[in-house]
Every structure is written in structure tokens, then in C-alpha cells.
């Protein structure tokens, strides 16, 4: 009935040959959505929110029924990122207007906090894995997580993340999710950057469509090989297309996809910086700096990354992050605490306890798969209908601790029942109808 499918290692062992499928899967459902849809044809259109809003401008955007409207008021212009699911209707073209603009219902609560003034020059930090236990990519480190966290920062009116990156890597089948939310739902609300420790494998297939990269003193960043069962490579197709997602993630980190490349395979990597600063990259020994040699997977830290302009500066602290980020003024927003080297903000909390509860379900999987089958085992056994309903009772109670270890972390699917987590709540409904069934 259940499945545990998960690997640790110093890259991202996530028991491929289970993954695939659900890779394959994942890379048919990305592909055609690489090209951003077009701008809207008419001027202005008109969104009908479920809050009562009524919002008017121009439509830029629009992916998953998702889109980014943009307005003007006076010479000023804004931009606001909608959620299909809070959207009411859409009228395209529907006012003529040269400066709508949000109107009618409530302003939404982060709007009314803090100044847009302000808003450009407060900055938090959330972590991406902690190291040690809880730094697994998939796990520890989703994009379900990130998502629950942009109402956070939103509330907190905050217009600067950065992503503090210590991972040892992880699950390939999150690499994509992690990106998307990161390119299509954070960077169109903040500025974002990342701020690597150590980011291997899987995470440093993260952080790549992030274009700010700074490292801190120890960073460092690649060593992106692919593993499955017995450590074996992967290779041939499932390689190739590994090697083509990181292709379109370089372009949205506005990266030269060789070096990434040369993180994956064994192929050199060399550079040339012309008088400018530009750099020239070659996935030969051709160029003025030999990056990484021949025979060997590519791993920066911090010297080399900022030599080769790989990343735009080194800080070990806040202070030294936001005079490399260039900001003159900052302010970091969140609770100082004892033992931290930033302010935990809401979002990041937000993160902390999300982690937390992933390693609680991680140490009591056992305890729940074993509950539950005991329980069912005894039900189906027992002849008297209220004992036996007592172990029915059990069981769902075991169930439920299932169901919210997955609903905190989908992966858990995957990991522990094997099957895709779009399908968890159809195996549940299966579990619950043959729970019922003992009853009869």
C-alpha cells in the first residue's frame, strides 16, 4: 500500500527511476508554457474581483488564468499581480479610460500599510533549507510553502526578498515548481535576489533563474548530478531533458546556459572578460580562464563565482549584502532574535514552522503507516461489529494524520504512497470508501 521512494545524498537523490514518470509529465505540461502570452490586444480592460474590487488597466500578462494588470495614476505606474481564483470576471477592452484604476471594495490591507515609498526599500530574508536535517529540495524546500508565503510579505508590504540558500539538494520532480513560482509569481511582485551558503544540486537548480546571486564567504554553488536507485547517473533521454529544462531556466536567470552545463556533465568550462566586464563563455579550454577542466562536474564558490561575474558580490552579513545589492537604504523587516543574522519576518516563520512539521510527519511516518494498517488488518479480522468499528475508528484516525502530513507537503505522496500527489485525494476517497465498507 505504501511506498517510501525518497533518497539522500550530497546531490539530489530522489530516486529517479520512481521520479520519471512524473518528470515526463511535468516537462509535457511546461513546454508549451516557456513563451509568455502575448499583451493584451485591447488598451484597458476591466477585472471584476470576488472581494468586491473592481480593478481597471491594461492586462500584460496572462498564464493559468493568473495575470498581471498594470494601471496609471498620473505619471506613476502600478502593477498587480491577480490570482485566478480571486478573480470574479474579465471585461477585455472594456474602458476607454488613459488612466483607470482600482476602484470600489476594500483596498487590499498591504496597499494601505505601508507608503509604495517605503514599500521599494524594505527587505526580508527567507531561508531555503537550514543544512543539516532539514535541507532537502522537495521536502523541506517547496514551492507549495513559497506560495502560502506571498500573502505574508504582501501584508508586510515588503518589496525586497532574499532567498538565503543552504541545501545539499534533493527532488528533481520540484526543480520546476520551485522555478515557477519564482519567476512567475515572486519576481513580478519583488525584487528578488538570491544569498547562496552552500546551494547543491537540485537547489542550485533553484537559485539559477534568480539573476541577483550573491554568495556569503563559505558559498558554494553546482555540483548538479543526477542519481537513481543505486547510484546510478541518468543518463541518455532522461538526461537530455534534464539538460533542456536547465537550457530554459538559465534564460530566465539571464545566464549562459554552458555553465549550468557544465555543472551537469563533465564538460570544461572556460571564460573570456573583455575590457567592459562582459564575459564570453565556452564549454571548451578555449577561453582566457579555465573555470572547470576537463573530466570534472563544476562547483563555484565564492572567489571564483564573483571573479567570473557569476555572482555580484560576497557578504557575510546584512550590511555587506545591501551595500552589494546597492541599497543605500534598507530596512529589514522582521523580529530579531537571539542566534539569527537577520530578522525573522512573518513569511519566514512562515517557513521555520512549515519545516518543522515536515520533519515531525518525516520521523513519524512510520508510526501513521503502521497505525493505519495495524488498525485495518484488525478490522478486517474482528467478527464483532463494535470492536471492530473501534479499529475502524482507529484507522481513520491514522488517516488523518496521513492526509495532513500530505496537505502540508504534497511530495509526501510521492515519497511515502507512491503515486503523484494529484492523485492523493482520489487514493483517499479509495481508503475511506473501504473503511466504510467494513462497517456493512
Known amino acids: 500500500m505504501f511506498k517510501r521512494v525518497f533518497d539522500r545524498g550530497a546531490t539530489f537523490v530522489s530516486s529517479l527511476r520512481s521520479l520519471l514518470p512524473v518528470l515526463a509529465a511535468a516537462l509535457v505540461l511546461w513546454l508549451p508554457g516557456l513563451c509568455l502570452p502575448g499583451q493584451s490586444a485591447m488598451a484597458q480592460d476591466r477585472v471584476q474581483m470576488k472581494d468586491g474590487r473592481v480593478i481597471e488597466g491594461k492586462i500584460e500578462q496572462e498564464i493559468d488564468g493568473n495575470i498581471w494588470l498594470t494601471w496609471k495614476i498620473g505619471a506613476i505606474e502600478q502593477r498587480e499581480f491577480l490570482r485566478a481564483g480571486d478573480i470574479e470576471k474579465i471585461e477585455r477592452g472594456a474602458v476607454s479610460s488613459p488612466e483607470a484604476k482600482p476602484t470600489g471594495g476594500a483596498k487590499p490591507e498591504s496597499k494601505a500599510r505601508v507608503s509604495t515609498a517605503d514599500r521599494s526599500k524594505r527587505a526580508a530574508v527567507i531561508t531555503l533549507g537550514e543544512g543539516g536535517s532539514k535541507d532537502m529540495v522537495g521536502m523541506y524546500m517547496t514551492a507549495e510553502a513559497l506560495r502560502r508565503a506571498i500573502p505574508l510579505l504582501e501584508e508586510e508590504n515588503i518589496g525586497i526578498v532574499v532567498f538565503h540558500i543552504n541545501s545539499g539538494g534533493g527532488m528533481l520532480l520540484e526543480i520546476q515548481k520551485l522555478s515557477d513560482i519564482i519567476h512567475n509569481e515572486y519576481k513580478p511582485r519583488f525584487r528578488v535576489a538570491a544569498w547562496i551558503e552552500s546551494a547543491i544540486s537540485a537547489a542550485a537548480m533553484t537559485s539559477h533563474c534568480i539573476e541577483d546571486i550573491y554568495f556569503r564567504p563559505e558559498g558554494n554553488y553546482g555540483a548538479c548530478t543526477g542519481w537513481f536507485g543505486a547510484l546510478q547517473a541518468v543518463k541518455d533521454r532522461e538526461l537530455e531533458e534534464v539538460l533542456y529544462m536547465m537550457e530554459k531556466i538559465s534564460a530566465r536567470g539571464q545566464k549562459d546556459p554552458q555553465i549550468m552545463r557544465s555543472m551537469q556533465i563533465m564538460e570544461p568550462l572556460s571564460c573570456s572578460i573583455d575590457s567592459n566586464g562582459?564575459?564570453?563563455?565556452?564549454?571548451?579550454?578555449?577561453?582566457?580562464?579555465?573555470?572547470?577542466?576537463?573530466?570534472?562536474?563544476?562547483?563555484?564558490?565564492?572567489?571564483?563565482?564573483?571573479?567570473?561575474?557569476?555572482?555580484?558580490?560576497?557578504?557575510?552579513?546584512?550590511?555587506?549584502?545591501?551595500?552589494?545589492?546597492?541599497?543605500?537604504?534598507?530596512?529589514?523587516?522582521?523580529?530579531?532574535?537571539?542566534?539569527?543574522?537577520?530578522?525573522?519576518?512573518?513569511?519566514?516563520?512562515?517557513?521555520?514552522?512549515?519545516?518543522?512539521?515536515?520533519?515531525?510527519?518525516?520521523?513519524?511516518?512510520?508510526?501513521?503507516?503502521?497505525?493505519?494498517?495495524?488498525?485495518?488488518?484488525?478490522?478486517?479480522?474482528?467478527?464483532?461489529?463494535?470492536?471492530?468499528?473501534?479499529?475502524?475508528?482507529?484507522?481513520?484516525?491514522?488517516?488523518?494524520?496521513?492526509?495532513?502530513?500530505?496537505?502540508?507537503?504534497?511530495?509526501?505522496?510521492?515519497?511515502?504512497?507512491?503515486?503523484?500527489?494529484?492523485?492523493?485525494?482520489?487514493?483517499?476517497?479509495?481508503?475511506?470508501?473501504?473503511?466504510?465498507?467494513?462497517?456493512?
Open 278 to 440: 562582459d564575459v564570453r563563455w565556452f564549454n571548451s579550454l578555449d577561453g582566457d580562464h579555465i573555470v572547470n577542466p576537463e573530466g570534472r562536474i563544476l562547483t563555484f564558490n565564492a572567489v571564483d563565482a564573483e571573479r567570473f561575474k557569476f555572482s555580484k558580490g560576497t557578504a557575510s552579513n546584512l550590511d555587506e549584502l545591501a551595500k552589494a545589492m546597492g541599497l543605500t537604504e534598507v530596512e529589514w523587516v522582521g523580529e530579531w532574535r537571539k542566534g539569527y543574522l537577520w530578522p525573522i519576518c512573518k513569511a519566514e516563520q512562515l517557513q521555520m514552522d512549515y519545516r518543522a512539521k515536515v520533519h515531525t510527519d518525516e520521523v513519524n511516518t512510520n508510526q501513521y503507516i503502521d497505525s493505519y494498517q495495524n488498525a485495518i488488518g484488525a478490522a478486517q479480522a474482528e467478527q464483532d461489529r463494535q470492536r471492530r468499528g473501534a479499529m475502524v475508528s482507529r484507522a481513520r484516525d491514522a488517516l488523518k494524520k496521513i492526509v495532513r502530513m500530505v496537505e502540508n507537503n504534497p511530495n509526501f505522496a510521492l515519497t511515502i504512497i507512491g503515486i503523484d500527489p494529484a492523485k492523493f485525494k482520489e487514493w483517499v476517497a479509495e481508503q475511506e470508501e473501504m473503511l466504510r465498507n467494513l462497517m456493512r
